[in-house]
């Protein structure tokens, strides 16, 4: 399977704190990126990172990418209750353009 | 700017019938769209690849004559579950792909799913 592994599978954080999560991929990649999925609705795109980056931010959103162990992390600072969602990275290979490949998601709880 | 509108955003059917979904992209013309199923508290895993004015991909393992899908215009897709059946019941969310250039250039737009409840 092509498909990526996350973790860890589900975070719960108080209010406040960072929740770091991380994704493994198995193929060389164009670019990352990054979506948020509450629960039963569709996909948000947070951040897409290329793979000639290493690091990008975005609000309180900080992505890192390392193609050489083919791993990406999201950071969210500063975490919110509106963060609980579930989050899936999603790599796209070195061929069809935007034929992404999702992992398995990290459930992120965040409480007041 | 680029939304992407799937319809409907559920449905209910008996076992047998047929169900059509429908993905716009209401406000860029997406060559391409993609057809997701996603299991309760699963990834998204591809069904296959909306080519408009041509044959869909479909991914491996995804049956053709189950899952009928056309790309008849540049902002409309549409995936039709033939005599459903209740292991069909799942969440389906399309995608369309921002082919405009520029920074956003191969970021997918996703529509809001449609969740399909066979009886």
Same mark, same amino acid.
């Given at each position: 399977s092509q498909q990526g592994e996350e973790d860890p599978q589900a975070l719960s954080i108080q209010e406040g704190e960072n929740a770091t999560m991380n994704c493994s991929y198995k193929t060389s990649i164009n670019n990352l990126q990054w979506y948020r999925q509450n629960s039963g609705r569709g996909l948000v795109h947070l951040i897409l990172i290329r793979s000639n980056e290493r690091e990008k931010h975005s609000g309180r959103l900080r992505v890192t990418l390392d193609t050489s162990k083919k791993s990406s992390s999201l950071l969210i600072t500063a975490s919110r209750a509106a963060d609980t969602a579930s989050y899936f990275c999603a790599t796209d290979g070195t061929g069809t353009a935007s034929k992404l490949t999702f992992g398995t998601g990290t459930r992120l709880q965040v409480t007041l | *700017?680029?939304?992407? %509108? !799937?319809? +409907?955003?559920?449905?209910?059917?008996?076992? *047998?019938? %047929?169900? &059509?979904?429908?993905?716009?992209?209401?406000?860029?013309?997406?060559? #391409?769209?993609?057809?997701?199923?996603?299991? +309760? &508290? !699963? %990834?998204?895993?591809?069904?296959? #690849?909306?080519?408009?004015? %041509? &044959?869909? #991909?479909?991914e491996q393992g995804v049956e053709k004559d189950k899952f009928l899908i056309n790309h008849a215009s540049l902002t409309l897709s549409t995936l039709t579950v033939t005599s459903a059946h209740p292991e069909d019941s799942s969440f389906y969310i399309c995608s369309a792909s921002h082919l405009a250039g520029g920074p956003r250039i191969g970021e997918l737009f996703f529509g809001e799913g449609s969740r399909l409840t066979v009886l």
């Open positions: - | *700017g680029a939304v992407v %509108s !799937q319809h +409907p955003s559920w449905v209910i059917c008996k076992s *047998g019938t %047929s169900v &059509k979904i429908e993905c716009r992209s209401l406000d860029f013309q997406a060559t #391409t769209m993609f057809w997701y199923r996603q299991f +309760p &508290k !699963q %990834s998204l895993m591809l069904m296959a #690849t909306s080519n408009e004015g %041509s &044959k869909a #991909t479909y």
